[in-house]
């Protein structure tokens, strides 16, 4: 395993022990996934590079645009929390409450 290969699996593998393990706020677990999801992104863009291949190009390019779509629905969704619970702690979200 090369060093960048083996950087880069360890901010991934930091960001899920960090998802797993620190849980408390909804705005922390949200930073741990968009931090797994850029790791991933640089992983493959640095793969698609080293290949020297066109039709891996489009791959980060779309992974890029997964994230930033689920980092805009997580902040919707931190945003809805917050107005209707008044915080963003995990423990205090009940789905059976309105």
């Known amino acids: 395993m090369t060093p960048v290969q083996f ?6 593998l930091l960001g899920l022990t960090g998802l797993t393990f ?3 706020h909804l705005l922390s677990a949200l930073l741990c996934l968009e931090g797994m999801m850029l790791s991933l992104f640089i992983a493959l863009s640095l793969w698609a590079l080293q290949l ?3 039709s891996f190009s489009a791959a ?3 992974l890029l645009a997964f994230s930033a779509c689920e980092a805009s629905a997580g ?5 809805a929390t ?3 619970h008044g915080t963003d702690r995990l423990k205090n ?4 409450q309105c």
């Open 22 to 24: 620190h849980r408390t």
């Open 7 to 12: 950087a880069f699996s360890s901010a991934f």
């Open 52 to 54: 020297n291949s066109a």
């Open 82 to 84: 917050a107005r209707t």
């Open 93 to 96: 979200l009940n789905l059976l």
């Open 75 to 79: 902040l919707a969704l931190l945003v």
């Open 60 to 62: 980060p390019m779309l």
